[in-house]
């Protein structure tokens, strides 16, 4: 599967203090005419899927859109991905989107309850039935992926990584690269963290997902500064913004790597896509990852509970 440089995630468009219905059809239309073709959405965001396919209509057969199954309900950390449940999933995303195909369909998250040999076999039949292109899975581990794509390939996995969050690199990206399989990072600006225009001051509304993540309490925002003074530093260097450099780097990992940022601004969508033309040559790049590697993150990404029930 063939897509933009970076893609779109449009899960903010759908939550707490997300622009109007009119203008986030705006933004996503004016994604698409500067150049993104890749749109990320979920059943489990809210109307998240009309939005986005009421957005894509007019140009569905230009774009590629990916979307997930595998929570019981919107609002609840509950997993299920039996059969049954990802065909009903499927026939209601299809609808949702008015389209009468998944371009990429993912396991949102690894049910434990269902083994992923029946999860993958699901799909190849779906994939079959023309329903959906490709098979992709979110945040599973390298021995889900060996046994997924045994079954039918794997298209992508999405999974968080940037700056912020680095773990991929230990095993899943080398384990994408062996098999040939796309990485889809969510978060690439450390969910806003990497911007540089948040510090140990700054106050979230109540509403605000970032209040829940240990990572951005006060004292691991505080700890964690020395990152965000680097990546200024380098943005400094390259006359570019810090989301830019995040972006750049992410790009310069490995050729097969497609972030996917979200914004609710048409300003710091133009300013993400900008990243995608910013060089990092070799020296650059050691460079940067020397000074990562003597920064050290403080911070689960999620609460306790959370983890729990997502196995993370």
């Known amino acids: 599967m063939e897509v933009s440089a970076i893609?779109?995630?449009?899960?903010?468009?759908?939550?707490?203090?997300?622009?109007?219905?009119?203008?986030?059809?705006?933004?996503?239309?004016?994604?698409?005419?500067?150049?993104?073709?890749?749109?990320?959405?979920?059943?489990?965001?809210?109307?998240?899927?009309?939005?986005v396919g009421e957005a894509l209509a007019p140009i569905r057969n230009q774009v590629k859109i990916a979307t997930k199954f595998g929570f019981k309900q919107v609002g609840n950390f509950e997993l299920d991905s039996r059969p049954e449940s990802i065909r009903d999933a499927v026939e209601k995303s299809l609808k949702q989107l008015k389209t009468d195909y998944i371009d990429l369909l993912y396991q949102h998250r690894v049910d434990p309850n269902t083994p992923i040999e029946e999860v993958a076999g699901t799909v190849?039949?779906?994939?079959?039935?023309?329903?959906?292109?490709?098979?992709?899975?979110?945040?599973?581990?390298?021995?889900?992926?060996?046994?997924?794509?045994?079954i039918h390939p794997v298209s992508a996995l999405q999974s968080e990584y940037s700056m912020f969050y680095r773990e991929p690199e230990n095993e899943i990206i080398p384990t994408l690269e062996e098999l040939g399989i796309g990485f889809v990072p969510f978060s690439p600006l450390g969910k806003g963290f990497l911007t540089g225009t948040i510090n140990a001051d700054t106050e979230f509304e109540a509403t605000d997902g970032r209040n829940m993540s240990p990572r951005f309490n006060k004292e691991n925002r505080e700890a964690n500064q020395s990152l965000v003074d680097l990546v200024v530093s380098i943005a400094n260097e390259k006359n570019a913004t810090?989301?830019?450099?995040?972006?750049?780097?992410?790009?310069?990992?490995?050729?097969?790597?497609?972030?996917?940022?979200?914004?609710?601004?048409?300003?710091?969508?133009?300013?993400?896509?900008g990243g995608v033309t910013i060089p990092l040559s070799v020296d650059e790049l050691s460079h940067i990852n020397a000074s990562l590697a003597t920064v050290k993150i403080s911070g689960e990404r999620y609460p306790a509970q959370i983890r729990e029930k997502l196995g993370k």
């Not at 023309?130 to 390298?142: H, I, P, T």
Request: proline share 5%; net charge neutral; charged share 25%.
């Open 7 to 51: 893609g779109y995630g449009c899960m903010g468009l759908s939550f707490d203090n997300a622009p109007s219905k009119s203008e986030s059809i705006k933004l996503i239309r004016s994604a698409f005419d500067e150049g993104i073709t890749f749109f990320d959405t979920a059943l489990r965001y809210g109307d998240n899927e009309i939005l």
């Open 242 to 273: 810090p989301a830019q450099i995040a972006l750049a780097w992410l790009l310069a990992q490995k050729p097969f790597i497609v972030p996917i940022p979200g914004t609710s601004k048409l300003h710091r969508l133009t300013e993400n896509i």
């Open 124 to 150: 190849k039949d779906l994939i079959q039935e023309g329903k959906v292109k490709y098979f992709g899975l979110s945040e599973a581990d390298a021995e889900t992926i060996r046994k997924a794509h045994k």
